[in-house]
């Protein structure tokens, strides 16, 4: 069965980095987009990012563009976030999501399946 | 950025009401939106995409509908299971978005 484990969140200071991982099992990693989607606490949710399967098209919401970047390793089946210059604003539960399957070879960018989620608290 | 207003913000029911959620997006989105019903403490769980397509293991009791800009998402008969806060969102375009979410209450 699909399974998705983030790790790496915790508390952190204002300014520094921080970087989240993202265990994926029971698929065929390496043949799916993977996104980020953030939920601060008694809020909303808010997609983050994205990177396609093959790395090749990334997306960011304005409110991280430069300052997060997504990456991934197909050989072991992890998707990674590092985030820099962090604001109290990014202190949220970030959930990792698989995207559907392509259709005729386009991305379905909605999510069949989600990790349990990390918190990130940026306090000082 | 596509925006999606969903209303209304809190609704209140009881167990065997017929409960509908509406989804607006600030431009046509055409039928690429996504539903999803997320509890305390857990992580969303997908229900409908492509606005009225039922994802598999989902009871029939949920519906979506709608195109364009306008998109609603029914229960026909509430179940105590079914209390929760739940989201729209499209995928038309990027950035990704969602709707602020409706939580279904206990009356």
């Known amino acids: 069965q699909v399974q998705l484990v983030e790790s790496g969140g915790g508390v952190v200071q204002p300014g520094r980095s921080l970087r989240l991982s993202c265990a994926a099992s029971g698929f065929t990693f390496r043949r799916y987009g993977m996104h980020w989607v953030r939920q601060a606490p008694g809020k909303g949710l808010e997609w983050v990012a994205v990177l396609s399967y093959d790395r090749t098209d990334e997306h960011y919401a304005d409110s991280v563009k430069g300052r997060f970047t997504i990456s991934r390793d197909n050989s072991k089946n992890t998707l990674y976030l590092q985030m820099n210059s962090l604001r109290a604003e990014d202190t949220a539960v970030y959930y990792c999501a698989k995207e559907a399957s392509m259709v005729r070879g386009v991305s379905n960018p909605y999510f069949d399946y989600w990790g349990q989620g990390t918190l990130v608290t940026v306090s000082s | 950025d596509i925006q999606m207003t969903q209303s209304p913000s809190t609704l209140s029911a009881s167990v065997g009401d017929r409960v509908t959620i509406t989804c607006r997006a600030s431009?046509?989105?055409?039928?690429?939106l996504a539903w999803y019903q997320q509890k305390p403490g857990k992580a969303p769980k997908l229900l409908i995409y492509k606005a009225s397509s039922l994802e598999s293991g989902v009871p029939s009791r949920f519906s979506g509908s709608g195109s364009g800009t306008e998109f609603t998402l029914t229960i026909s008969s509430l179940q105590p299971d079914d209390f929760a806060t739940y989201y729209c969102q499209q995928y038309n375009s990027y950035p990704l978005t969602f709707g602020g979410g409706t939580k279904v209450e206990i009356k």
């Open positions: 431009q046509s989105i055409n039928i690429w």
